[in-house]
C-alpha cells in the first residue's frame, strides 16, 4: 500500500519522506539509454553532413575546381568523433534540467567552436590539407541538424518513457505543489519526482537511486533552511517562489557572505535590437518572397468560394502602444462580427470557449473547408510577412490582439507586451494555439517578454515550423 502523504516512514526505509500519489509516481528510466541513443543520433547526423557537404562540394567543383580524394576529408572523419565529447563536457549528455532554449544555444555555440577549431587546425598545422568548403558546409548542415536531432530525440524518448532521471522534492506542501506541477507540465525537463516531503525528514540516506534534490522554498521565506546543508544528495536545487522575476539568462554573483542574481535585460542592449530588426528583414523577406503564390492562390480560392474582400485589415496595438493595420487572409463571413454578438448570447458551449480562450471551437463563422484548412496551417497569417517587412511585427513576439482580447488582459501583460514588437509566431502559439487558456496566453507573454533573447526566438521558430506542419490546436 502506498504510505499517506506528510506521513514519516520506518527507521528502516531509507528516506523518510512521504511518497506521491500513485498516478504521480513515476520510475526514472535508465541513464545509458538516454545518452548511448544522443550519442548515436549524434554521430548519425554529422557523418551525414559531412557526406552531404562531399557531394555540395563536388557539384559545386565546375565553378570552383578541386580534386576530392580520400585525404581531403579522411582526417574529418576521425574529428567528427571529439564533437560528442565537446557535447559531453558541455553536460549535454543528457543534459536533465535545461530547457530547450538553453540546450540550442549550447549546441549551436558548441558545433561553431568546434568546427573553428577544426578550420583552425587544418590551417595551421596541415597547411590546409582538408577542404575548407566541406568544413564550412558541413558546420553549416550541422549547426542546424544537431539542434533539430537533439529536439526530435528528446520528444521521442519522452514520449516512450526512456527520457528523465529520478529527483525528490522538498519543501513546505504548497511549495512543493507548485514545483510539481512545473515538471509535470514540462517533461522535457528530465526531472521525473519519484518521492516528495517536508525538509526536515529528508536528512539520513537519501532515496534509493536518486541524485538530485529540488527544494522548493515559499515566497516568505528569510535566508536557506538549515536542514539544506545535511541533505544526502550530490545535487541540491533550490526553487525560491520568486513571481514574476526573470527566470533564463540569470548568473550567480559571489558577494562573500551573500549572493546576488544577475539578470540581464536583453530588450535594452541596442545590438540585439538590431540583430533582431535584421533576422525579421532577411528571413521574412524571403520568407515572403516564398509565400506570395500560395496568397495569391487561396486569394484566388477565396474570391471564387466566398462573396467579400479577400484580405481582412484591423488596426492593432503594436510596440510602445502605437496602431497599425494588420493584414490576414479573410476566414470567416462577412458577418462574422454580428454572428458573434448572437453565438455567445444562444450557447453556453461557445460562451464558455469564448471566456477561456477568446475562441471557439468549431466557430460556425468560420468559411467552412477552405477557412477551416487556412486556420488550421496558418496560411491566413501569411501576409503578415509584409507586416514584419515594413516593421509593424516582427517574426517573433506576443500576438497583436484586437481590442476586445486586450481589455481582458491584466495591466501588467497589456505594459510587458509593449516593450516589444508583436509577432507572426509567439510562445504561446507554440505552447497551445488556441487550445491556451486566457491565463496561459498571459503567462506565455510575460515569459517571452522578461527572457528574450535571440535564442529564444529560434526556439520559437523552430517549434512554430512543426506546430504548423501537424496542425494541431487551431481553431
Not at 39 to 48: C, E, K
Not at 96 to 118: D, H, I, N, Q, S
Not at 158 to 168: L, S, Y
Request: proline share 8%; with cysteine; charged share 15%.
Amino acid at each position: 500500500m502506498t504510505p499517506p502523504r506528510d506521513t514519516l516512514a520506518s527507521p528502516m526505509v531509507p528516506a523518510p519522506m512521504a511518497w506521491l500519489d500513485a498516478e504521480e509516481r513515476r520510475s526514472a528510466p535508465p541513464l545509458a539509454a538516454a545518452v548511448v541513443t544522443l550519442i548515436v543520433g549524434d554521430l548519425m547526423v554529422l557523418y551525414s553532413a559531412l557526406f552531404l557537404s562531399i557531394m555540395i562540394r563536388m557539384l559545386a567543383s565546375q565553378w570552383f575546381p578541386i580534386f576530392i580524394w580520400f585525404h581531403v576529408f579522411a582526417g574529418v572523419m576521425v574529428a567528427v568523433l571529439f564533437l560528442p565529447l565537446a557535447y559531453g563536457l558541455a553536460r549535454l549528455y543528457p543534459g536533465y534540467g535545461l530547457t530547450g532554449v538553453e540546450r540550442l544555444r549550447k549546441r549551436v555555440v558548441v558545433t561553431g567552436l568546434c568546427f573553428g577549431g577544426m578550420i583552425l587546425f587544418d590551417h595551421l598545422a596541415q597547411n590546409g590539407l582538408w577542404s575548407r568548403g566541406i568544413l564550412l558546409i558541413m558546420a553549416a548542415i550541422s549547426m542546424i541538424g544537431i539542434p533539430v536531432w537533439d529536439a526530435l530525440a528528446r520528444h521521442l524518448l519522452t514520449r516512450w518513457g526512456g527520457w528523465g532521471e529520478g529527483v525528490v522534492v522538498l519543501g513546505p506542501e504548497a511549495s512543493r505543489r507548485r514545483v510539481l506541477e512545473t515538471l509535470a507540465r514540462h517533461p522535457e525537463l528530465g526531472w521525473i519526482p519519484v518521492a516528495d516531503g517536508d525538509l526536515a525528514t529528508a536528512v539520513g540516506e537519501p532515496w534509493p537511486g536518486v541524485t538530485l534534490a529540488l527544494v522548493a522554498l515559499p515566497a516568505d521565506v528569510i535566508g536557506i533552511p538549515s536542514p539544506v546543508d545535511d541533505l544526502p544528495y550530490r545535487r541540491v536545487v533550490l526553487v525560491p517562489e520568486l513571481g514574476g522575476v526573470q527566470s533564463l539568462w540569470v548568473s550567480v554573483r559571489d558577494l562573500w557572505a551573500s549572493f546576488g542574481l544577475e539578470m540581464r535585460h536583453n530588450l535594452l542592449i541596442p545590438w540585439n535590437q538590431v540583430i533582431k530588426r535584421a533576422l525579421d528583414l532577411v528571413l521574412g523577406g524571403v520568407a515572403l518572397v516564398v509565400a506570395i503564390p500560395i496568397i495569391a492562390l487561396f486569394a484566388v480560392l477565396l474570391f471564387s468560394l466566398s462573396p467579400g474582400p479577400v484580405f481582412f485589415a484591423q488596426t492593432r496595438a503594436g510596440l510602445e502602444n502605437r496602431p497599425f493595420r494588420m493584414w490576414k487572409l479573410r476566414t470567416m463571413l462577412p458577418n462574422a462580427d454580428a454572428m458573434l454578438d448572437e453565438l455567445i448570447a444562444t450557447s453556453e458551449t461557445a460562451r464558455t470557449d469564448w471566456h477561456h480562450s477568446m475562441k471557439i471551437r468549431n466557430d460556425p463563422r468560420v468559411i467552412p473547408v477552405l477557412g477551416q484548412f487556412m486556420r488550421r496551417y496558418s496560411i491566413d497569417e501569411l501576409p503578415q510577412l509584409w507586416n514584419v517587412v515594413r516593421g509593424d511585427m516582427s517574426l517573433v513576439g506576443p500576438r497583436p490582439l484586437p481590442p476586445y482580447h486586450l481589455d481582458r488582459l491584466d495591466p501588467l501583460t497589456a505594459r510587458m507586451r509593449w516593450r516589444v514588437q508583436p509577432g507572426i509566431t509567439g510562445l504561446w502559439q507554440v505552447s497551445g494555439r488556441s487550445t491556451a487558456s486566457l491565463a496561459e496566453q498571459q503567462r506565455y507573454d510575460i515569459y517571452y517578454v522578461r527572457n528574450w533573447s535571440l535564442w529564444l526566438d529560434l526556439h520559437i521558430l523552430g517549434r512554430t515550423a512543426l506546430v504548423v506542419l501537424a496542425g494541431n490546436g487551431a481553431w
